[in-house]
């Protein structure tokens, strides 16, 4: 059984920073990953998709990475701002349907 | 439409009564899924619509809830006599197809029970 886990669950930074989150994941047949941030009382917001053939994703100041065989993504944001604060998830997808997401890491920069 | 549309965005009902979700996708999105989200907890699973496949109904909790997906388009997500732990955020996903995967989310439907 897949099993997604984001760590830590919380993290603060002073503004300006790079970050890296990080999502692990036990079984490595998957065949897509993708990151989303959730802003409180929102929807999820698609950030970046990573399909099992791509090593990398980049989007602006976002940096997604994927190690199958580790079982491992990580999402590095250059640059931190205050609007950067927010919920990231990851979501693995095993099948169609079986799209397991992580628990988040929820993200607070400081001015 | 732009994005994936739900409503009611927010609704509050008594123990026992009936309420209907709706979803309405992004058009041209083939799969549509439905999760739920309490509070302070991950996304859970409900149920998955591909085209006119038969649906995956293998996260729905209990028979009180189901779902159908009407001209492989908008999606009602319904709670038979709602309990007090069915509040939750009801969350709608549509994606282009199996293969490109990305999935899109809506804004989601708040449910009180109370």
């Known amino acids: 059984k897949q099993e997604v886990t984001q760590i830590p669950a919380a993290l603060s930074v002073p503004e300006g920073e790079n970050l890296v989150l990080n999502c692990s994941f036990t079984?490595?047949?998957?065949?897509?990953l993708q990151w989303f941030r959730q802003d409180p009382g929102k929807g999820l917001t698609s950030l970046l998709l990573?399909?099992?053939?791509?090593r990398e994703q980049t989007s602006g100041r976002l940096n997604a990475s994927l190690d199958k065989s580790s079982g491992r993504s990580t999402l590095y944001i250059a640059a931190s701002q205050p609007g950067d604060s927010a919920t990231y998830l990851c979501?693995?997808?095993?099948?169609?349907?079986?799209?397991?997401f992580g628990s988040g890491t929820r993200l607070s920069i400081r001015p | 439409g732009a994005g994936v549309s739900q409503s009611p965005s927010n609704k509050v009902t008594e123990k026992g009564k009936d309420v209907e979700l709706r979803c309405d996708p992004i058009?041209?999105?083939?799969?549509l899924y439905w999760y739920r989200q309490s509070l302070g907890q991950g996304l859970e699973f409900l149920i998955y619509?591909?085209?006119?496949?038969?649906?995956?109904k293998s996260g729905l909790p209990s028979d009180r809830f189901s779902a159908e997906r009407t001209g492989g388009s908008v999606s009602t997500l319904t709670i038979q006599r709602t309990q007090q732990e069915d509040s939750a955020v009801y969350l709608c996903?549509?994606?282009?197809?199996?293969?490109?995967?990305?999935?899109?989310f809506g804004e989601g439907s708040r449910l009180t029970v109370l």
């Open positions: 996903a549509s994606s282009l197809d199996t293969n490109t995967g990305e999935l899109f």
């Open positions: 079984d490595s047949a998957i065949y897509n």
């Open positions: 990573i399909q099992s053939s791509q």
């Open positions: 979501a693995v997808y095993s099948s169609a349907s079986k799209i397991i």
């Open positions: 058009s041209g999105h083939t799969a």
């Open positions: 619509f591909q085209g006119n496949s038969a649906p995956d």
